[in-house]
Structures are given as structure tokens and as C-alpha cells.
């Protein structure tokens, strides 16, 4: 039988991409060096069987998704990527199983140049925690508390398709299977903004990853940077599939507390529009302008004829939410 | 009910205790930044209910182990503690065992002053993910590649205990409620050896923390030094309850294979015989010498007669071992 020494080995076992990696897997600890004049960005994230993906999902695709919501993370940042470590419990050793997990999993480090860096394996309920490191010049870091009344609010590439995917697997909804098949990219296969994160970093006041939904998520910036936001709700760059499928009340809804998009959600200064547009162009990202940060601490949702929308952050909290 | 973010406020949220912290729990990601001229330790493990520790542990203990097994990889490189992060699955918010593993968690953090720099909570079945990050001045990390024919083979404190514990608690051995309860606390409790391995910096050629059983442990240092070892079983540090309870045969098993020590196994040239004496003294640790690196690739175990002992390298392993 292979031991967990032999897993780690044969499947989690690839050459350093980075050389601020100076000692990788196999002692007690990975050694790492981040350039002088740079900090460490650093976040943690757990994925639990049954909690945020289906028993049996498709292994290479949750390889992929692990790295991806912590890769997010630091693009929320403005970090470069650099290293990650892995903490892995399996309630058995299937090969088939790591082979496409590893491979979703180093897909996706090697396109942003990542080593994987460290970690550990154990049995146990499938459980999978990434800790992700990059960096940053020191002062650089795009915070959530930096937001300034009058900024544009930007979010990038499209939401609530993963939504839509997640109600309709769960039997609440019914699309087609090809549209389905569509959705689920976003759900399964978030591409995460780095690219990005680091061409807004001189041009953003205040970013964070939709992860959780839109208004909540948001609502974490207006609470640090202690102001409020006017959304128009028909400036939402709505997922493809949930525009064409769906009536329009729920498509505010899904982009507004969908939860599970891994776009950037950023504000800067209107002085700054142009800058804006230039850093999604280079980074190949489309970005949306979706409202504005006002000085008093509340959120509106307008539509086009400036009424009010009764839409309340709903956002995803893994003890209270089912 | 408490919410996951209310749940981080309550009992996650520190002071930071280190200047190298430029921003812990709040945003998408900490902010750390090692000295001019140091590099970065890290390490992360895992510990799942029913495999690392049995249902319904002290929640207390738990907190403290959980964080005393990941010091101790950085005692073992001779890294100075600075921060770590928690990822944490939760069968239910229950909010006596947060406030006992908290307790238990940061009692042991303030100990060694470093700062909980960030995390993700979850609902699952109990799993602790911590990865930790130490300093080190750059190119002085203690490695495991690095031992010589020729070098003293020590360990320090006792060993043995944490598996005669384990042993009685799961019926397969019988000792007085007394004796088990102070065995135990090296099961439950264990100290890492920071202050040792910082004193061993520029002492020692090889460490390793002792957490699967010393042979296996002391294995990886042969394998990666290309070198072999003799040791002196009668030499071993045995656990006072282990030494007080049990045959000698079952008592060098134990601190050969026992796993779960947490203790140092180091080797220094002959000629550093008094440095490390110094080394342990001024860190409180007690240190024994139990034999010899060899330039052929076996591990000899001997007997005050000089007659070799038949016990084999049988170290715990999560998928393997029952």
C-alpha cells in the first residue's frame, strides 16, 4: 500500500517555479524569501466535503477551485503570487483521485508561476486547506479600508453564473444542460484576477474578492473605510447564462448575493477612470462600473428609473446559511 | 446564532505581538515582512478528529497541541516563532469548546510571542489546519541533509510517555489513573523546543522534530545526509512513567518508535560536546547523547553488551497505521 511519505512523492512533488522558494517540500519546514523592500500577502482558506463542493466533484476541477480561491484572495491584494502549502485530509488513498486533484491543482500553479511549497496529508473527511503566499511592495497592499466617498465602484468579469449553477444542481432550478454545463465553469473553475489585482495597485483606494456575494462582501469595505454605496442595479455585469435564462429580479439577486465569483470588487477615484480601463485591458479583463461610494453609511440599490430596489445583503455564512 | 465573522471577532482576534505583523485578521490577506537578511519557516499540518486526537479531547489541550506541533517544526530549523494562521472546521458553533480552544491556543502563542494572523472558519467535522512562520538569518536554517560520520546523535527531554498514553487510553496497556494522567501531558501537552533550537543554530549540523517516532524521524536525516547511525539503547531517555511501569524491551520500543515526543533529535560534531551542554542549559532543556553518525547506511542499535538489538524503524503513518 502506498504511504503517505510515497503520495506526497509521486503526486504533490514538483520542482520549485520560484526563487524566492529556497527549500521546498521534504524538511521540517520551506524556506522562503520574499525580494528586499517587499512584504508577505498570506491568507488560509478551507474547502470542506459537502460544505463547499459535492461528494464525488470532479477531482481536477476542485484541484483547480482550491487554488483559485486563495489565489483571489491575493489578487485582492495586489500581491504576486509566489508559494503555497497544502494540508490535505483523504478518507482513503485513491490514485485516480490524486492523480486528477494534482493535476487541476499544478495546472493552475504553473500558469501563475507558483511552487507548491510544503504540507501535510492525513486520512479523514476530505478537507482541503491552502495557505498562499505572495508579494507585495511594502505600503502597496490594496486594503478595505481605503475607500473615499465619491470613488467609482468596479467589479470584474460577470456574476451570479456560479450561482445559477450551484440553485440548479441543488434542484431549486431547472436550465438546460448545456447551460448548465456553462455556469458551472464559474462555479467549479473561478479564474481568479491576478493580473489585475496587480496592474490596479497604483490606482485603487480599496478591493476585496466576491466570495461570499457582492453586497456583503462589499459591505466589509464601507465598514473600513466607514462610508456608504449607491449601486444601479442595471449597470451589474450579469452572468451570460443567468441574463438569458432568467427574470431580471433574480438576476439582481444572484449578482448582488450570489456569492462564489471571484471578481474583484475595487473603488478608485473617478480621476482615475481611464487608468482603470488601461489596467483591465493589459490584464485581459473586462470590468464594470457599477456605482459609487457616498459619505453617508448606507447602501442603495437603484434601478434605471432611480427607484430604490428592496435587496438586502444576503451573504453565505457557513454556520448559519444551509 | 453566532455568525462565522462574529465567531472570528470573539475568539480569534488578538493584539498582533510581533512588529514583523503589518496587518493580521481583516482583510483578504495578513501582511508579513521578515527582517532585512532572514528568511521565512513555514510549516503546516493538520489534525483531524479520531486520527490525531480522539472524540471529545480537551478543548483546552487541543488548543495548545495544535500550535505546540507546529513550534516544533520551527524549533527544529532553528526558527525564531513570529505568526501563523488557523483554518478550523467546526461540526457546530458551540461556544464553550471556542472559549477552552482558544485559551489553550493562545496561552501557548503569548508564551512564545507570536500573533494569529489570520484564518477561515468553517462548518465540518473538527479539523485544525495551522500553518506556521518563523525567521531565520538566511542560510543558517538547521536541515536534515547535513549530518556527518562521525557526529553525536542527541535528543532532548524523554521519550516514550506520549505513547505509553496513548497506548493505555486505547486499552491495549494498564497503568495506576495517577501515572496515566502524568503521561499523558506529554500526549496532550507537549513542549516544543524552540529556545533549544534557536540555542543550536550554529551548533548542530542536523535536526529533526521527533513526532512519528524517533527511528523513522531519525531515518529521514540518514537518508538526506547519506549516512547511517549507531545507537545506544540503554542510552535512550526514557519517559519517567514509561522507565517506572513498564519491561525495558516495550520501554525502548516505545522511545524508538513511539511517536508523538515532539522532543529534538540532533546531531553536532564531537567537538561541540560542551556547546551543546551550553546550548541546553541555557535554553532548560535537558539533552542526552544516544550515539553515533556512521558513514555506512545502516542503523545499528546495541545493548551495554554491544549486542545489537532486533527492532526495526516502524514509524506511524496516517494511511498505513491503525
Redo the contacts between chains.
Sequence with gaps: ?????D?ITRYFTRPALTSAV??AV?????????R?GY??????????????FFQHADANALGHKSLAVNLS??A??G?QPLAF??????P??DENWLSAFSDGLFALAEQHNITL?????????L?I?I?I??E?P?GK?L???RAQAGDDIWVSGTLGDARLALSTMQGKLAIEANALNQAAQHLHRPIPRNALGLALRDIAHA???VSDGLLGDLQHILN?SNVGATLQADDLPLGAILKSTQPINLCHEFALNGGDDYELCFTAPTTKREAVQHAAAISNTVVTRIGLITATREVKILNAAGVALAIKANSY????ST
Excluded: W, Y
Excluded at 521534504?26 to 520574499?34: R, S, Y
Excluded at 502549502?85 to 483523504?90: F, K
Excluded at 455564512?317 to 448559519?320: A, K, L
Design positions: 500500500m502506498m504511504s503517505e511519505f503520495l529556497s527549500l521534504g524538511d521540517d519546514c520551506a524556506l522562503l524569501q520574499p528586499a512584504e508577505l500577502a498570506i491568507s488560509t482558506d478551507m474547502l470542506v466535503e459537502g460544505r463547499h484572495d491575493l485582492a491584494m500581491a502549502t497544502l494540508a490535505l485530509a483523504l482513503s488513498i511549497m510544503g504540507g501535510d496529508t492525513t486520512k479523514g473527511p478537507t486547506s495557505t503566499f505572495g507585495i511594502i497592499a486594503r478595505r479600508n478591493a476585496i474578492d473600513q455564512d457557513h454556520f448559519i
